[in-house]
């Protein structure tokens, strides 16, 4: 007699588990070959690094940088712009005003030695001439200038200051100077390179300026001399543009951000800062294609502007708060290749350095962190550096994340021996300097970070839930097809 097989389906011939609550608000995994491993196989070095000689390129001849609005900034919007639209992307030029700051003089001189410091950002203006009035040097420890017990027994009344950099904000080092009498702080680098800053505009009351550690250690032997401080600016009406590049596939309505700045800082070529980061979304987009199978929609976006005045303010200013909301979240990427640098994730929950972004923020942190823990590689939690676009759509309550692999700070022992590189030296000596060209890069440190670039566009194409409650299609399906057989029961009765 021959066996006969049947499938019966009964009311509760199965138990099922229910669904965890808990587990819709978890990251949908990327499967294995999925959109986000496709994405990491495909963007390569070499290809990054064929980006970044073009911009070096673009910046030797133009005069040596590519500053907004200078033929160089034109020239890298052009040329990242013609390989977008040849990829299929929906591309938009978006034109729009900003205040950029023209230098009008930054000198700093004491008897017969004139250095250039770095007028702080948010800072007021010597008259037309400078400042002059003794030189008096706040001794040194790990919070110079930061109470005011440090000024006690030093007459600094109308004298002109010079402050060691840490142990607190430029802010703070203002307000304690100002308080004691001082009509000028100039603050140095404690440790070799350049330093730039910013203070509270709304409440700084002396001229404050930064200077290159070397240049500042040189002038403490001149204390009690005639020193003429003269750092001036004037703000000039400029006009620049925003690249957009939009996947056509995806839904608009739950759209990723990933975004950086475009050009570079006057009389630079800006090639860590910041075209590492503006090569690795190229040929991420690239890789991605403009009609990719995604479940959301990516904007590439390529921001104008000055860097005090980035392009991602008129950006936000332009959208409606329903056409805000179509946006998931955004993904900003500062300088990632180093050539001392590490592997920092901007703290979005706030959890190790304070001040938490709006809600998805910290999944964000945590997606990236992840992404680094299976390569084996430690990341540390780090702020945002600013100025920047997350300045924009943090407070517009748009999540927030991102990478950055250290500039101005000092890279210490233990981050030596986790990452690798020199303890005690600057993660990028070459900051803000002329040096910072193609020579200024860390290419095994870049391929790992324009990698998680990659990782992090794709996983987040691919599904949001983690960070907004947005599901991808395939996992809606997946929960209606659970319940229908929750509901049902199945069971398997052979006879």
């Known amino acids: 007699?021959?066996?006969?097989?049947?499938?019966?389906?009964?009311?509760?011939?199965?138990?099922?588990?229910?669904?965890?609550?808990?587990?819709?608000?978890?990251?949908e995994p990327d499967v294995r070959g999925g959109l986000a491993e496709k994405l990491v196989r495909k963007v390569t070095i070499g290809a990054v690094h064929r980006h970044l000689i073009a911009f070096q390129r673009i910046a030797d001849r133009n005069g040596g940088?590519?500053?907004?609005?200078?033929?160089?900034?034109?020239?890298?919007?052009?040329?990242?712009?013609?390989?977008?639209?040849?990829?299929?992307?929906?591309?938009?030029?978006?034109?729009f005003g900003y205040d950029r700051r023209v230098i009008d003089a930054e000198s700093l001189t004491v008897a017969a030695t004139r250095v250039v410091p770095d007028h702080m950002t948010g800072s007021p203006q010597t008259p037309v001439?400078?400042?002059?009035?003794?030189?008096?040097?706040?001794?040194?420890?790990s919070t110079t200038g930061c109470e005011p017990e440090d000024y006690t027994g030093i007459d600094v009344a109308g004298a002109i200051v010079l402050i060691r950099r840490g142990g607190c904000s430029f802010v703070t080092k203002e307000r304690v100077a100002a308080d004691a009498g001082a009509i000028a702080g100039v603050v140095y680098n404690n440790s070799p390179g350049p330093m730039g800053g910013e203070v509270n505009p709304a409440t700084a009351r002396i001229p404050m300026v930064g200077l290159v550690g070397v240049d500042g250690t040189a002038l403490i032997a001149l204390a009690g001399k005639q020193a003429t401080l003269d750092a001036r600016h004037h703000i000039e009406?400029?006009?620049?543009?925003?690249?957009?590049?939009?996947?056509?596939?995806?839904?608009?309505?739950?759209?990723?951000?990933?975004?950086?700045?475009?050009?570079?800082?006057?009389?630079?070529?800006?090639?860590?800062?910041n075209a590492t980061s503006v090569a690795a979304m190229l040929e991420t987009a690239l890789q991605l294609g403009g009609s990719p199978k995604v479940n959301n929609s990516v904007r590439f976006i390529w921001w104008g502007g000055d860097w005090?005045?980035?392009?991602?303010?008129?950006?936000?200013?332009?959208?409606?708060?329903?056409?805000?909301?179509?946006?998931?979240?955004?993904i900003e990427l500062e300088a990632i290749?180093?050539?001392?640098?590490?592997?920092?994730?901007?703290?979005?929950?706030?959890?190790?350095?304070?001040?938490?972004?709006?809600?998805?923020?910290g999944q964000i942190e945590q997606a990236f962190a992840d992404y680094y823990a299976s390569r084996g590689i430690a990341t540390e939690p780090t702020k945002f550096p600013g100025p920047g676009a997350y300045s924009d759509f943090m407070p517009a309550g748009i999540p927030t994340g991102g990478l950055f692999s250290?500039?101005?700070?000092?890279?210490?022992?233990?981050?030596?021996?986790?990452?690798?590189?020199?303890?005690?030296?600057?993660?990028?000596?070459?900051?803000?300097?002329?040096?910072d060209n193609l020579g200024n890069i860390n290419r095994d440190l870049l391929d790992k970070n324009a990698d998680a670039v990659a990782h992090i566009t794709g996983r987040f194409a691919r599904s949001t839930r983690d960070v907004?409650?947005?599901?991808?299609?395939?996992?809606?399906?997946?929960?209606r097809q659970a319940a229908t057989r929750q509901a049902a029961g199945i069971s398997v009765v052979t006879e």
């Open 1 to 27: 007699m021959r066996r006969m097989q049947r499938i019966a389906v009964t009311a509760a011939a199965l138990i099922l588990v229910p669904l965890s609550p808990a587990l819709s608000a978890q990251a």
């Open 65 to 95: 940088n590519r500053a907004d609005p200078s033929p160089g900034a034109r020239e890298s919007l052009d040329y990242v712009a013609e390989r977008v639209r040849a990829a299929g992307f929906e591309v938009t030029i978006q034109e």
């Open 129 to 141: 001439g400078g400042l002059t009035a003794g030189l008096v040097v706040v001794p040194a420890d």
């Open 237 to 273: 009406p400029t006009n620049s543009r925003n690249l957009i590049a939009s996947t056509r596939t995806g839904r608009r309505d739950n759209a990723v951000i990933v975004g950086a700045h475009l050009d570079s800082l006057p009389a630079v070529p800006g090639i860590n800062e």
């Open 308 to 330: 005090d005045n980035t392009g991602s303010d008129a950006y936000l200013r332009s959208l409606s708060f329903e056409q805000q909301l179509d946006i998931a979240l955004h």
């Open 337 to 361: 290749g180093s050539p001392n640098g590490g592997y920092f994730v901007f703290d979005g929950d706030g959890s190790s350095t304070g001040g938490s972004g709006p809600y998805g923020s």
């Open 406 to 435: 250290g500039l101005f700070h000092t890279k210490t022992q233990a981050q030596a021996e986790k990452w690798g590189g020199t303890a005690g030296a600057l993660f990028d000596p070459c900051n803000h300097s002329v040096c």
């Open 468 to 479: 907004n409650g947005v599901e991808s299609r395939a996992h809606r399906a997946s929960v």
